[in-house]
């Protein structure tokens, strides 16, 4: 019997050996990295696409690590918790604290800084709070810079189990009993009746084509890579065309104050450096571009369009401006991404309303802040205009916008522009007396119904929508009440 | 391992039968799947178990074609029964058989007839000289003489591919194609109610 | 017996180069256009994921289709194999040439739509679902325009054997014979492995569509079953339209080799510069275009071989 | 040379593909995965139905004029192995066939059958 057990532990030290050699290979793969970003936390858990360390994936079955990043919100907590549970194990979460704020228990003192840096220790203490509620198993990185290393040490454990994979926040309920009621044992009146493994089937809608055919409910978001961050959208997909869609709540309101940080926010209240202004719409731009090529597939291009972004500093432009002529130059050359988005989530100029910035201008409405502004016309600034208002037209305006940007930043030199309570952001147009909101979002339903799926990513893709700026718009506007 | 009757008879035989019982088996599977994309896809089973019994007979241009449109068609039948089944899934369970007192006379007596051709028929014996001539020998079958078998066939799915489209599509330069149209009720001396004229249709 | 042995092996060694090949050639390009700098990450990024994806649980959604969900994947492999099998590799490395090779292929080939579309079926969930009924499209689309390239390739041979239409090549390749027919193989080749312009099943837009709901060893599966049919699909279009083993100084295989790392080139290249395409524009492109374009190749194809002769 | 070993061998590696992956996945039994872990990714909100459903194919139309399309292939291949030895005759029936079919194309495309419906 000795000899049997000393064999076994034997046979056991193998296997140990090695399910360690192979975890050292597998260790030394990029990290599968499912982000989700909160308040705050969209520019971090882009940027993770720059790290050759890190491979952010579009679900998060195939995840190890996720990030999430920000501050999450009650609206947002539920949906990550169940992202959470879906990824497969061995899985990890990592916390990235925005803003860099204290850990809660260094003595903060509010009352020596400013009311942003207040929001943002309270922001910090409430995802703290979360963490420990929640994920009390999950790592927690202050510093944006911290997210790569933390990642490889969390994924490095995970392969080599040193560290134990994180269990399910939820319980694990098992689905309501719904057997034996009809003759064939299913589960209520008719083939369709009852509820299999504890959820209905669909049911039958009215489709376009006159054909009556089961219509899906959902409700898609917040975290869907291919969306923005945050978005919810109430669908119903017939096949594979959006049938019905709805806008659901901003999950961000009432989380997001003014942000001292962006220099549009203060530029409301005085005057701010042309350069800074049009380098930060530039970057905004190049942003999106980048999100937009990833929806398309094109991770590397959108890899590239990114680094152009995080890049671009006052110093560097004129090298900025060249490497993206010569981008531009091969997008605007590309067929297939003509054909991919020519004719997609085209826009009436009598649906435009309330919505400014590139989109109307992108849809022949030439509305722009800057038109009205003495020091940007003095540049000779002039709005570029684009008639079709679809989505290809919507990538040409960004591009051009981003490459007029960084034109306006050289010839800037230390003029200033603001202060009037109306500023041009990468968006549109905020303007403090008349309370209105910009309505972008409010578009995206019309312009995705009835479209196959595809086409509507496609469109939300190009409206470039922030939810978190929405909010905060809202309250800047309620303050200004 | 040239497989052929001529040349491995035992080889040929065992893997005949597997081929023949496993082509059975996938068929009888069709009517056991409770989701029509399982149905639609062992009945392709059942097809490459066919396949493969054709190219044992050196039949090899039309085992592979078999297996080629197959594939195709069985797909295209799973979409468009999940399209129109109710519970296409088969996530209820259910009873895919109608009829059965007829259907079971009907595929016992159609399995007979054709056992009694297989058994008692007269098949010619000739030993396939140069199995790669088949598919030669199938075209000038086919082109042949007369341009006849070719033209017939083109001209009929000429007339399939204008009918189908005339019945299916929605739109057309005509018009919708449901235009006028009266649906069937969903219960017998029902009121039709037509496709958009209401939401709720709970009546079944 | 030692031929059928050889030929396994050859085989076996070819697809395991090729997906290799494949990883490390996507991950080259992908940093070459991302603007990182070239380093030997390359070579051991695939490897390195697969083991990594072999210690990862598979999942399972609510109520999926369990056994059709594993099948997927070990047919798609299997069917890349397949198709490999029917293009000799060398003169004397014909393992399932056959008189009927490109109709063996192509129904390998028909088959791939089975493998995705069970793939993004058996799951039970939206994105995968529309994933697969969207490559049921595409596939439908490219399937006419992939069969009668490969018969116009057929015609100066006077037989559907691979090997014949190699050796038919002697004198001067298809691609110059037969203009039309290289540059409408590589888009149909692109929809087959759904690769670059053609990812429609497993797109961005459906959060990874047939693999969204898919990890561990399945998922590793999957894309190594779908490196697998690219490979195949790319020494088929070396064979047919670029003369296979046919080449002076070096042995056939190495031209093989050569002429399919061509070809994987272009079509991983493509992967990262071209937009996925719309699958509704697609579907009308491939019949208006690409199938009257390649009957058109049927023609002058039958027209340049009656001259030939 | 060997069509039916060939085909053979996509079953024997179809199986053992799928015997790997079982063992290499055995090491968590697939029902001991928990029930929040099986819900179907949504980004984050819960399905309210099953994602099985009558789904609308909106390219039926397509799929029909496939079905007639793929018939035309049993011809095509025989035809183009005897096509150099018949010569002529059989340049100008390939010909009339072709044009047959491109009509029935032209058609589907006019009548709007190749876009969703």
Redesign the interface.
Known sequence: MGVTSHRGAGRGAVRDELRRAVGKIAAGSAVPVFPMAGVGGRDAARRIRLSRRLEVVSSPRAANVLLIAGEITPRLLRPAIRIHDQASPPRATLFLIAGGAPEPDVPSKPEAGSNTEVAAVESALRTHAIRDRFFPFAGLVHQESEVEAASRALHRDLVLAERATEPAIQPDRPPLPWRGRGPYGHGGKGMTGGAPYGRPLPERGNDRDGLQLDRLPLRIGPFFPPLVPGLLLDVELHGDVVQAAELGPNPFSGYVGASATCPFMRALASPVRIADLELSRARSHLRWLSDALHALDLSALSIRALALAERLEADNVPLISAELARFSRRLERSRTLTWATRGVGHIRVDQVGDTHGPVARATGVEADARCDDIEYLALGFRPIVHDDGDAWARWRQRIGEARQSLRLVTQAGDRRSGGAGIVEDPRGMIRLQTHTLDSTSQLLPELVTGREWGDAVLAAVSLDLDLERDARLTSVIEEGR | MTIGTDHAPLFADVLFWMLAVGSVLAGWRVFRADSMVRAAYWLLASFAGTAGILLLLHARFLGLILLLMMAGEMTIMAAFMVMFMMNPAGLNPMNMVHQHRTAIIAGVGAFLGLAAVGVFGEFPARPLLDASQVTADLGVELLGDSMMVFETAGVALLATMIGSIALAAHRGRFGPADEGSEPPALVPEAETVRPGDSRDEEQS | ?TD?AAG?LALGVALFLGVYLVSVLDRF????????GLTA?VF??G???A?????????????P??E?W??A???L???G??GL??IPLAPEL???????G???F???M??V??AV??HG?S?????P??GA??F??L???Y??PL??VL?SA???A????VGEIIRSQTDVWNVIRQPLGLPIYMVTVAGLAFW??L??PD??????GT?????????A?WEVGRSMVLVAAAAMGAAAFLGGWLGPWLPGVVWMGLKTLVLLVLIVWSG??????????F??VA??VL??LA?ID??LS??L??AA? | MITAGALLMVVGTTTIALLVLRWVGGAVRRETIPEPQRLPFLGGNPPTTHAWSRYHIRYYAMALLFLAFDMEMVFMYPWAVVFVREGTVALVEMLMFIVILLLGILYAWREGALEWA
């Open positions: 017996m059928v396994v390009v992908s940093d070459l256009v991302a603007g990182h990450n051991w990024a490897p390195r994921r083991v990594l994806l072999l210690l990862q649980q598979p999942s399972r959604t609510e109520r289709d369990a059709a594993a099948f994947p070990a047919l492999g299997a069917l194999a397949l099998a029917t014909p393992l399932a040439d056959n008189a009927d490109i109709v063996l192509g129904a390998a028909a088959l739509m089975v579309f069970l079926w799951a039970n969930s939206v994105f679902l529309i009924y969207r049921v499209a596939a439908l689309s399937e006419m069969a009668l018969i057929a015609l100066p006077e037989s559907l054997s670059g312009p990812r429609l797109a961005a837009d459906l959060s990874g693999r969204a709901e898919v990890s561990g060893p399945a998922l599966a990262h510069h071209l937009a996925r395409v719309r699958t509704e524009r579907v009308v019949w208006v199938i009257p009957l049927v023609f039958g027209w071989a009656l002769r």
